[in-house]
């Protein structure tokens, strides 16, 4: 596609549910990324994808996060027992690699009450 | 660890008022610089990469510089569309396509 589409845009959930926030990258970009953002912060890392496996995740909190992206094109973040601390935004992009800049998905704003 | 300090936090500005934002880094390895705008309710969008210092770039109103420890955007005679918050982020690693770690951003304000 032309850009990054995340879905859903809004996600409403009670604590202790399971969520899943999908990704489709720009085609034919082989790097995938999912960041987190709060309120008046910057981006914050969770995981990278270089084609289907995880190159680093170093970045997700705990074993409740995963992802996934079993074909190499779009992933799925997934968030077990959800708390109340995970609401934010999460964004995704996608890149050629190479040190080029990443485009950004407008992001899933996911809200656990 | 990797960081990076942007300043000021917000910056209000009249409509053809030049001024620069900066953001500091402390970084093992620079592979990249990344400047990043962000309106509300979306993600970021790519403004520029700089790779070492005494690089520079330009973008329309925006000119980005680098040194070894801080960057710079500078706005020249912004226009009330410039408002948007101003992302900075520093790629290191062994990898080209590593992470990004990104600062807080600048919140600026042009108004008429």
């Known amino acids: 596609g032309a850009g990054v589409s995340q879905t859903p845009s809004n996600k409403v959930t009670e604590k202790g549910k399971y969520v899943e926030l999908r990704c489709d990258p720009i085609?034919?970009?082989?790097?995938l990324y999912w960041y987190r953002q709060s309120l008046g912060q910057g981006p914050e890392f969770l995981i990278y994808?270089?084609?289907?496996?995880?190159?680093?995740d170093s970045g997700l909190p705990n074993d409740r996060f995963f992802a996934v992206r079993p074909e190499g094109s779009v992933s799925t973040l997934k968030i077990q027992r959800t708390e109340r601390g995970d609401s934010a935004v999460y964004l995704c992009?996608?890149?050629?690699?190479?040190?080029?800049?990443?485009?950004f998905g407008s992001g899933t704003r996911l809200t656990v009450v | 660890e990797d960081q990076v300090t942007q300043s000021p936090e917000a910056l209000r500005l009249q409509e053809g008022e030049s001024s620069s934002l900066n953001c500091s880094y402390t970084?093992?390895?620079?592979?990249?610089l990344f400047w990043y705008r962000q309106d509300p309710g979306k993600g970021p969008e790519f403004l520029f990469t700089?790779?070492?210092a005494g690089e520079e770039k330009e973008k329309e109103r925006l000119k980005a510089t680098l040194t070894k420890k801080e960057s710079f955007l500078h706005i020249t005679a912004p226009k009330p569309e410039d408002s948007a918050t101003y992302l900075c982020?520093?790629?290191?690693?062994?990898?080209?396509?590593?992470?990004?770690?990104f600062g807080t951003g600048t919140r600026l304000q042009v108004t008429l």
């Open positions: 085609s034919g970009h082989t790097a």
């Open positions: 700089l790779y070492s």
């Open positions: 994808f270089q084609g289907t496996g995880a190159a680093d």
């Open positions: 982020a520093v790629q290191a690693g062994t990898g080209t396509a590593s992470k990004l770690t």
């Open positions: 992009a996608s890149s050629l690699g190479q040190g080029r800049g990443y485009t």
């Open positions: 970084v093992s390895g620079l592979r990249g």
